[in-house]
């Protein structure tokens, strides 16, 4: 009787396990796996990383992403022409801009184009001042553009006559410019570093340079602040209290030429504080009358 129950629960217990094995064979058989052509394929990859991506994050990831012209090195030093990192915005803005063709419009873009070319020719040349030195080379500068300039040791004023003038085309050691006149010319922001290097200049006018700001004053004041005697900047119409403020650089201004001294009240404390600073600064507001020759 042993035996026999012996035998019987041997049988259950080998049948019992064949069934788990089949049952995990089944389990473990890739039912669900989809054919290597199937196009859902690549988006349970993509899933995958995905998943793997947000629960580790690498180094890589606290990277900023790298600019076009940085991954591609060998197209940038072509393209960079035609490229600045605002072209996008600029072009949509200009895309979205209606068309207008009236004849103010033209006026207007035919100015920006003139004043941009403008502030290109004057620019500073190096070879310009390496073969004619700072002092000729300015006076080239000046005179070109209708102003007039004067030579130490020298009465004569040079000015162009219909375009043409006499200066010397090459280095000489003993011409020193002692007066500027710019009257009423386009000097602009891009043309005072060809005023750099001058020794002995004592006397410069800007009456009437309409581009001339506070941002030209506070140059104007570092290149000359060694030499300077006389200035004016009458019929200047940018430059405000903070312009005037630093003529304190110059050591030597002894005479300063204005529209008004008290058109405003922080403009005329200015006058005040630079006279005070300067006792040998005289501030006259009077119309000065002066020929060239």
């Known amino acids: 009787m042993f035996k026999l129950l012996r035998g019987r629960s041997q049988k259950l217990i080998q049948c019992a396990f064949n069934q788990y094995c089949c049952s995990f064979s089944e389990n473990a058989k890739p039912k669900d796996k989809l054919p290597e052509t199937s196009p859902e394929k690549p988006a349970i990859r993509l899933k995958s990383l995905n998943q793997k991506k947000r629960t580790e994050v690498t180094k890589e990831d606290?990277?900023?992403?790298?600019?076009?012209?940085?991954?591609?090195?060998?197209?940038?030093?072509?393209?960079?022409?035609?490229?600045?990192?605002?072209?996008?915005?600029?072009?949509?803005?200009?895309?979205?801009?209606?068309?207008?063709?009236?004849?103010?419009?033209?006026?207007?873009?035919?100015?920006?184009?003139?004043?941009?070319?403008?502030?290109?020719?004057?620019?500073?040349i190096p070879d310009r001042h390496s073969i004619l030195g700072p002092e000729l080379a300015c006076a080239h500068f000046i005179v070109y553009r209708g102003g007039a300039v004067k030579f130490h040791n020298d009465d004569k004023w040079i000015k162009?006559?219909?375009?043409?003038?006499?200066?010397?085309?090459?280095?000489?050691?003993?011409m020193y410019l002692q007066a500027i006149d710019c009257s009423n010319t386009s000097l602009?922001?891009?043309?005072?570093?060809?005023?750099?290097?001058?020794?002995?200049?004592?006397?410069l006018s800007l009456n009437g340079c309409e581009h001339i700001d506070d941002y030209c004053m506070d140059v104007i004041t570092n290149i000359f602040s060694h030499s300077l005697v006389y200035l004016d900047i009458r019929n200047i119409f940018s430059i405000s209290e903070r312009g005037l403020g630093a003529l304190y650089k110059i050591n030597h201004l002894k005479m300063l030429y204005l529209d008004d001294m008290l058109k405003d009240t922080r403009y005329e404390l200015t006058c005040l504080l630079l006279e005070e600073l300067n006792s040998a600064l005289e501030i006259k507001s009077d119309v000065v009358k002066f020929e060239i020759e």
């Open 62 to 124: 606290l990277v900023w992403r790298t600019p076009w012209h940085q991954k591609n090195v060998e197209y940038y030093s072509t393209l960079r022409t035609f490229y600045t990192e605002d072209n996008q915005i600029s072009l949509l803005k200009w895309i979205q801009q209606p068309i207008d063709l009236s004849p103010a419009s033209i006026k207007n873009w035919y100015n920006r184009l003139k004043e941009q070319r403008e502030k290109i020719l004057q620019r500073y």
């Open 160 to 174: 162009a006559v219909n375009g043409e003038y006499s200066l010397p085309n090459r280095y000489r050691t003993d």
């Open 188 to 203: 602009r922001y891009e043309g005072l570093d060809n005023l750099r290097g001058l020794q002995n200049v004592e006397w």
